[in-house]
């Protein structure tokens, strides 16, 4: 029965292509194991379709060269196709639908992974569907996620150029979990909401706008707050908000986990007005100037009565500081350039500036790439030039603006350079050069000085890095910020595939591992068992040999008994002697022994002549014929004579 099957299992995937051993053996459990039903089941047989007849007689050709009227001619000459468009060969006879192909799903819900398999004329709502009967989840409650975009129901999964395995995640935001399996799935249910996007509709109160804002749920509130500062122009310490949940304490939380609902939530945001308050001093003054009935025409003239006396102003030499290049040429410390071009930064346009990376670029490249994905940052590297026009008017009016620095301070790792000298240009570009390859550098070179400031957006992508945006300091406080979050949200997306992709290989890792950590304990029970065989096979081995050897030992004792016994008997005596006795001995295999003694041989002589001839009174005994005695049992200084033998005398010999 097994080999049958097995020729059943080879003829199915020969027939169908099916290469899956596992997938191939379900398929044919279903048809119990019938080759025809299961290649049916696999490869359906479609309908015939018949072309409709041609006409005789064509219609005539227009000379008009419009493409659409030559179509409709060619249709009518050669029929429409029930297959697909006007377009497609029709043949004369009978024509077979392409076999639809099977697509296999893996689907991942939480603790578990179902198997969908369909063909691929189905669409996005069967998989719903069979993810129903299966979960018990109604299809306008499931969200899938795998594809390249969000899917509709009615998507035909032909048109979604899908490899014939493919692997979803079912996100279920919007069921409530039941209170047994709360603890079980919580982490679950988190994660999904990571990945869903949320949209917060939020009204600016002073202004009477709405703002529809699309945000992933792992957005922190913070975040958000930075961005509505973008957008509305009050500062994050001046926003009072309305709309959040009770349990959104905390600005480091995120979207998903501060109890927001999905898809969409309400919030508004107006300016806190804070009130000016004068001094005590100032406001008693005030309240007495009110209670004289002073008004301020007394104040209109109060310059004439104040002089002032040359005499009581002391004056100290103003000295203006020349300013520094923010490099030094021929800087070859990069650490002590990127220290100096900080300290030089403050001093021009303030402590309100993006917080710059101190050290080497290459060492700014480590720290922002060269870590886990959950871990990276977006580096943006700002080129600087004192030559140009721009780059005093961006640095104070666009790059030193709060919001401009708390969103990059957020999502940036700023790395500056001063290419205002030549050395310190081609110092650069050799960087660039090394990481980026000589073409970056040779587009950074072309660059000329009134064209800078510029600001490179960098991320790493599929273990290279790649250059998002270049922005020139033209740009204007809300293009810059559009552009940072634009480049924020493109590293977002990337980042959250690197990261599953990076969950997935340490998953992979992990399995490995272990399996790396089972093979080894297994070959060392291996080697155990294998070292304890060649122990009892060794030990076996000198046990039988030590046998063997006090075998031999004791033959050879035996054999020097044998020899020593049969030196010392007797010689046999003369046949005419008067007191023979012949005595005939049968052995235990038939034979006979036969030897003539004297009536006066002790039974010692007798034995140690039987012994001599192999056969040791300790394994053997002597018996008599009549009476029947045990000789060997007997006093062995007797005579033959006192033993009651006669002449002609037959022992047998018998193992004891």
Same mark, same amino acid.
């Given at each position: 029965?097994? &080999?049958?099957?097995?020729?059943?299992? &080879?003829?199915?995937?020969?027939?169908?292509?099916?290469?899956?051993?596992?997938?191939?053996?379900?398929?044919?459990?279903?048809?119990?194991?019938?080759?025809?039903?299961?290649?049916?089941?696999?490869?359906?047989?479609?309908?015939?379709?018949?072309?409709?007849?041609?006409?005789?007689?064509?219609?005539?050709?227009?000379?008009?060269?419009?493409?659409?009227?030559?179509?409709?001619?060619?249709? &009518?000459?050669?029929?429409?196709? #029930?297959?697909?468009?006007?377009?497609?060969?029709?043949?004369?006879?009978?024509?077979?639908?392409?076999?639809?192909?099977?697509?296999?799903?893996?689907?991942?819900?939480?603790?578990?992974?179902?198997?969908?398999?369909?063909?691929?004329? !189905? $669409?996005?709502?069967?998989?719903?569907?069979?993810?129903?009967?299966?979960?018990?989840?109604?299809?306008?409650?499931?969200?899938?996620?795998?594809?390249?975009?969000?899917?509709?129901?009615?998507?035909?999964?032909?048109?979604?150029?899908?490899?014939?395995?493919?692997?979803?995640?079912?996100?279920?935001?919007?069921?409530?979990?039941?209170?047994?399996?709360?603890?079980?799935?919580?982490? !679950?249910?988190?994660?999904?909401?990571?990945?869903?996007?949320?949209?917060?509709?939020?009204?600016?109160?002073?202004?009477?706008?709405? %703002?529809?804002?699309?945000?992933?749920?792992?957005?922190?509130?913070?975040?958000?707050?930075?961005?509505?500062?973008?957008?509305?122009?009050?500062?994050?310490?001046?926003?009072?908000?309305?709309?959040?949940?009770?349990?959104?304490?905390?600005?480091?939380?995120?979207?998903?986990?501060?109890?927001?609902?999905?898809?969409?939530?309400?919030?508004?945001?107006?300016?806190?007005?804070?009130?000016?308050?004068?001094?005590?001093?100032?406001?008693?003054?005030?309240?007495?100037?009110?209670?004289?009935?002073?008004?301020?025409?007394?104040?209109?003239?109060?310059?004439?009565?104040?002089?002032?006396?040359?005499?009581?102003?002391?004056?100290?030499?103003?000295?203006?500081?020349?300013?520094?290049?923010?490099?030094?040429?021929?800087?070859?410390?990069?650490?002590?350039?990127?220290?100096?071009?900080? $300290?030089?930064?403050?001093?021009?346009?303030?402590?309100?500036?993006?917080?710059? %990376?101190?050290?080497?670029?290459?060492?700014?490249?480590?720290?922002?790439?060269?870590?886990?994905?959950?871990?990276?940052?977006?580096?943006?590297?700002?080129?600087?030039?004192?030559?140009?026009?721009?780059?005093?008017?961006?640095?104070?009016?666009?790059?030193?603006?709060? !919001?401009?620095?708390?969103?990059?301070?957020?999502?940036?790792?700023?790395?500056?350079?001063?290419?205002?000298?030549? !050395?310190?240009?081609?110092?650069?570009?050799?960087?660039?050069?090394?990481?980026?390859?000589?073409?970056?550098?040779?587009?950074?070179?072309?660059?000329?000085?009134?064209?800078?400031?510029?600001?490179?957006?960098?991320?790493?992508?599929?273990?290279?890095?790649?250059?998002?945006?270049?922005?020139?300091?033209?740009?204007?406080?809300?293009?810059?910020?559009?552009?940072?979050?634009?480049? $924020?949200?493109?590293? #977002?997306?990337?980042?959250?595939?690197?990261?599953?992709?990076?969950?997935?290989?340490?998953?992979?890792?992990?399995?490995?591992?272990?399996?790396?950590? &089972?093979?080894?304990?297994?070959?060392?029970?291996?080697?155990?068992?294998?070292?304890?065989?060649?122990?009892?096979?060794?030990?076996?081995?000198?046990?039988?040999?030590?046998?063997?050897?006090?075998?031999?030992?004791?033959?050879?004792?035996?054999?020097?008994?044998?020899?020593?016994?049969?030196?010392?008997?007797?010689?046999?005596?003369?046949?005419?002697?008067?007191?023979?006795?012949?005595?005939?001995?049968?052995?235990?295999?038939?034979?006979?022994?036969?030897?003539?003694?004297?009536?006066?041989?002790?039974?010692?002589?007798?034995?140690?002549?039987?012994?001599?001839?192999?056969?040791?009174?300790?394994?053997?005994?002597?018996?008599?014929?009549?009476?029947?005695?045990?000789?060997?049992?007997?006093?062995?200084?007797? $005579?033959?004579?006192?033993?009651?033998?006669?002449?002609?005398?037959?022992?047998?010999?018998?193992?004891?």
């Amino acid at each position: 029965m097994a &080999a049958d099957r097995e020729m059943i299992l &080879a003829d199915f995937q020969a027939c169908t292509g099916i290469e899956n051993i596992d997938e191939a053996i379900t398929l044919l459990e279903q048809n119990d194991w019938n080759l025809v039903a299961a290649i049916n089941g696999v490869l359906p047989e479609e309908p015939m379709q018949q072309a409709p007849s041609v006409p005789e007689v064509p219609p005539p050709l227009v000379e008009s060269p419009d493409l659409s009227v030559v179509g409709q001619q060619l249709q &009518a000459m050669a029929g429409t196709s #029930t297959l697909g468009s006007p377009w497609e060969p029709v043949m004369a006879g009978p024509m077979m639908r392409p076999t639809p192909r099977m697509l296999e799903f893996k689907v991942e819900y939480r603790e578990r992974t179902v198997d969908v398999m369909l063909d691929d004329t !189905s $669409t996005v709502g069967n998989i719903k569907e069979v993810l129903q009967a299966e979960l018990g989840i109604p299809t306008d409650k499931q969200h899938l996620r795998g594809f390249s975009q969000e899917e509709p129901d009615d998507a035909v999964l032909s048109t979604l150029n899908l490899p014939r395995e493919n692997r979803l995640f079912l996100l279920t935001p919007d069921l409530p979990v039941a209170s047994g399996s709360q603890e079980v799935d919580g982490e !679950s249910i988190a994660l999904e909401r990571m990945l869903l996007e949320f949209v917060l509709n939020v009204v600016d109160v002073d202004k009477g706008i709405e %703002y529809n804002l699309h945000f992933p749920g792992s957005r922190t509130i913070h975040q958000v707050k930075c961005d509505v500062y973008s957008l509305t122009d009050i500062p994050v310490r001046n926003q009072i908000w309305k709309g959040w949940p009770q349990d959104a304490k905390d600005d480091d939380m995120t979207l998903a986990g501060c109890g927001i609902p999905h898809p969409s939530h309400d919030l508004e945001v107006w300016r806190q007005h804070i009130p000016v308050r004068f001094s005590t001093g100032v406001e008693e003054e005030r309240r007495q100037r009110h209670a004289s009935g002073s008004s301020t025409e007394d104040f209109e003239d109060a310059s004439d009565s104040f002089t002032v006396d040359d005499n009581d102003l002391s004056f100290t030499d103003v000295v203006t500081r020349k300013p520094q290049p923010l490099i030094p040429d021929n800087c070859d410390d990069e650490y002590n350039a990127s220290v100096h071009f900080t $300290t030089e930064f403050t001093e021009r346009y303030g402590e309100c500036h993006p917080m710059f %990376y101190i050290g080497s670029l290459e060492d700014a490249m480590k720290e922002a790439f060269q870590k886990p994905a959950r871990d990276r940052k977006l580096l943006a590297l700002y080129l600087h030039h004192d030559q140009s026009v721009q780059s005093n008017i961006f640095c104070s009016q666009v790059l030193c603006r709060e !919001s401009i620095v708390s969103y990059m301070s957020q999502h940036y790792l700023i790395f500056a350079w001063d290419m205002t000298f030549d !050395s310190n240009k081609a110092r650069f570009l050799g960087h660039i050069s090394r990481q980026y390859g000589s073409l970056a550098a040779q587009t950074v070179r072309n660059y000329k000085a009134d064209e800078y400031p510029l600001l490179m957006l960098v991320m790493r992508n599929r273990g290279a890095s790649e250059v998002l945006k270049v922005v020139h300091g033209n740009n204007t406080v809300d293009e810059l910020m559009s552009t940072l979050i634009n480049a $924020t949200d493109v590293f #977002t997306e990337n980042q959250r595939v690197e990261m599953q992709e990076e969950a997935e290989r340490e998953e992979r890792e992990r399995m490995k591992r272990e399996q790396d950590e &089972a093979y080894q304990v297994s070959l060392a029970a291996d080697r155990a068992k294998e070292e304890e065989k060649r122990r009892k096979e060794q030990e076996e081995k000198e046990e039988q040999e030590r046998a063997q050897r006090e075998a031999r030992e004791a033959k050879e004792e035996r054999e020097a008994l044998r020899a020593s016994l049969e030196d010392t008997l007797p010689d046999e005596p003369p046949e005419d002697c008067t007191e023979l006795i012949n005595l005939r001995v049968r052995l235990p295999d038939g034979e006979m022994l036969q030897r003539r003694f004297l009536a006066s041989t002790r039974l010692e002589i007798l034995l140690n002549y039987v012994h001599s001839k192999g056969f040791p009174s300790k394994e053997y005994k002597l018996l008599s014929s009549w009476p029947k005695r045990d000789l060997t049992s007997l006093n062995t200084t007797q $005579t033959l004579q006192q033993l009651g033998m006669k002449s002609q005398e037959t022992l047998f010999l018998q193992e004891k």
